[in-house]
T-cell receptor, first 115, second 109 residues
């Protein structure tokens, strides 16, 4: 069974540009989560999508947005990039079949560098 | 607001030693507590998940305990190996996880 996949693995942008990051969940998983891991700040929750709807978002500005497609894959968009957006962006997925357990399975991440 | 703290921030041990990693959280109203492993520059690998109604979980050489009343969890690693070298992260929550900053473990041969 394939795990969570993310693309691209690395992304280099300049300040003010837009970045698009993609995630494909494990087959059968309907929930997708996005987390940011910036140096020194640890992992912080960004967004949660389930069944195509945004269910929750973390304490991030509106220029961080995303969507979930009918096949449950997801896209994270970051507009007006700032230097501090440089981080490892991790996507995770989980299945709604075991709601009490809800183990999240993580992808390898996209490393975004903003110059 | 839930806060998760992990102690120590870094740990270096010789191969074969048993060790304990600590995680504490401020709000005892948690659903689950999950321990992850992260290798440098990589994603997270789920090690153990403890539901709020459980007190411990075991997988191979790993044992995780949960004490909600004191807001603590420990990850016990038996007979450590160089391949255990990684950063270990503790996270609490259900859908949106709150993470600690991790313990960086180095096991030397």
């Amino acid at each position: 069974e394939a795990g969570v996949t993310q693309s691209p693995t690395h992304l280099i942008k300049t300040r003010g540009q837009q970045a698009t990051l993609r995630c494909s969940p494990i087959s059968g998983h309907t929930s997708v989560y996005w987390y940011q891991q910036a140096l020194g700040l640890g992992l912080q929750f960004l967004l949660w999508y389930d069944e195509g709807e945004e269910r929750n978002r973390g304490n991030f500005p509106p220029r961080f947005s995303g969507r979930q497609f009918p096949n449950y894959s997801s896209e994270l968009n970051v507009n007006a990039l700032e230097l501090e957006d440089s981080a490892l962006y991790l996507c995770a997925s989980s299945s709604s079949l075991l709601p009490r357990v809800n183990t999240q399975y993580f992808g390898p991440g996209t490393r975004l560098l903003v110059l | 607001k839930q806060e998760v703290t992990q102690i120590p921030a870094a740990l270096s041990v010789p191969e074969g030693e048993n060790l304990v990693l600590n995680c504490s959280f401020t709000d005892s109203a948690i659903y689950n507590l999950q321990w992850f492993r992260q290798d440098p520059g990589k994603g997270l690998t789920s090690l153990l998940l403890i539901q709020s109604s459980q007190r411990e979980q075991t997988s191979g050489r790993l044992n995780a305990s949960l004490d909600k009343s004191s807001g603590r969890s420990t990850l016990y690693i038996a007979a450590s190996q160089p391949g255990d070298s990684a950063t270990y992260l503790c996270a609490v929550g259900y859908s949106t996880l709150t993470f600690g900053k991790g313990t960086m473990l180095l096991v030397s041969p």
